[in-house]
């Protein structure tokens, strides 16, 4: 893979076979990509580039606090501070991925909340729901008026 160039440049080849355009590293025929007797530090870098950039990422998490997510106006404030640092670049996509599935999930549980404490209401206040909801209260009205389909009909004399 080495090849002859001027003296400035790298005399290595890129796999695709192309001459490598990178200048050479002083008083060394290739640049630090290429260089064999670099290749450990390249190996060192890499993995220390990877754990930095990861680092950096949890530093700037908007929710390694733990956000109170009891209203689901906070639990959209805090979607929208995942939006602002996955936009900025702050927040990796799959962190954001996760972190908008446990949000959808925090809502779902608060709707489920909430429909408990409204038959618990509606329980205490007598109102029946059990069994279809609505169409009961329609039944019973309908029940109430004497006919199945809800018009009113007159006894025959």
Known sequence: MVRSKDASGCTATTKTGAA?????????RFCFAHDPKLAERRKDGRSRGGLTR??????????????????????LDA?????????????????????????QVALRAQDHSFEERLAAVEQAAGISTAGGGRDDIGAETRAHRGSDDGRERTAPA
């Open 79 to 103: 979607l929208e501070g995942v939006l602002a640092n996955l936009l900025a670049g702050r927040m990796s996509e799959r962190r954001a991925t996760a972190a908008g599935y446990l949000l």
């Open 20 to 28: 490598c355009r990178a200048q050479a590293r002083p008083g060394r």
């Open 54 to 75: 990861t680092a950096a990422l949890r530093e700037a998490d908007p929710l390694a606090e733990r956000p109170s997510l009891r209203t689901p106006e906070q639990v």
